[in-house]
């Protein structure tokens, strides 16, 4: 079976930095294009970036953010700089559309001083 495992989250202060990790598993890793996504209290799940030579993002944080993958260990990261408190949420991994998996937890970010 599917499992997203999102972690790295927490409380950071603006202008901090945060590495988000994903870990997934019960799939072919490999070969699925992979993305996270933020939902911030109260609104919808968003797209934010998908790793790789793929351009599609979220301006807000086109230049701040950085996503990455392991494949050798199915993992996906977000690499956070420059953190503002309107990218407080709830972080989440998963793939490109055309087939989503079960949504994990995700992991909570709070960007507050």
């Known amino acids: 079976q599917v499992h997203l495992v999102e972690s790295g989250g927490g409380l950071v202060q603006p202008g901090g930095s945060l590495r988000l990790s994903c870990a997934a598993s019960?799939?072919?890793?490999?070969?699925?294009?992979w993305g996270w996504y933020r939902q911030a209290l109260g609104k919808q799940r968003e797209l934010i970036e998908y790793?790789?030579?793929?351009?599609i993002y979220m301006d807000s944080v086109k230049d701040r953010f950085v996503i990455s993958r392991d494949n050798a260990k199915n993992m996906v990261y977000l690499q956070m700089n420059s953190l503002k408190p309107e990218d407080t949420g709830v972080y989440y991994c998963n793939t490109a559309p055309g087939w989503r998996f079960q949504w994990g937890q995700g992991t909570q970010v709070t960007v507050s001083s």
């Open positions: 019960g799939m072919d890793f490999s070969i699925r294009t």
């Open positions: 790793v790789g030579n793929i351009p």
